[in-house]
């Protein structure tokens, strides 16, 4: 069982062997979970992250193991919008 980076959350071995550590590790601030899919707070991550996926090259865009993409699943973003 591999361990996440400090600081992350959880870690992705894809079928290379290579470790990839994403998402932002601990609690929300009442002690529930921190992802929250289909809430306000999902929105504006999936607002955000899609942001910073267009910046990439069309090459990263469609790779499913880079971190912010892992964290778009772990969020169910479709576009701009958390679905439930």
């Known amino acids: ?12 071995i894809t079928s290379t ?3 990839v550590s994403y998402g932002q590790a601990g609690k929300a601030k009442g002690g529930g979970p921190r992802v929250r899919p ?6 504006s991550y999936c607002a955000r992250s899609l942001g910073i996926k267009k910046r990439l090259s069309k090459k990263q865009q469609n790779n499913p193991n880079t971190p912010n993409n892992l964290s778009r ?9 958390s679905k439930k």
């Open 73 to 81: 699943k772990r969020w169910k973003c479709v576009g701009a919008k």
């Open 17 to 19: 062997g290579k470790k």
């Open 38 to 43: 289909g809430t306000s707070k999902g929105d």
């Open 1 to 12: 069982m591999a361990t996440p980076r400090k600081g992350k959350a959880r870690v992705k």
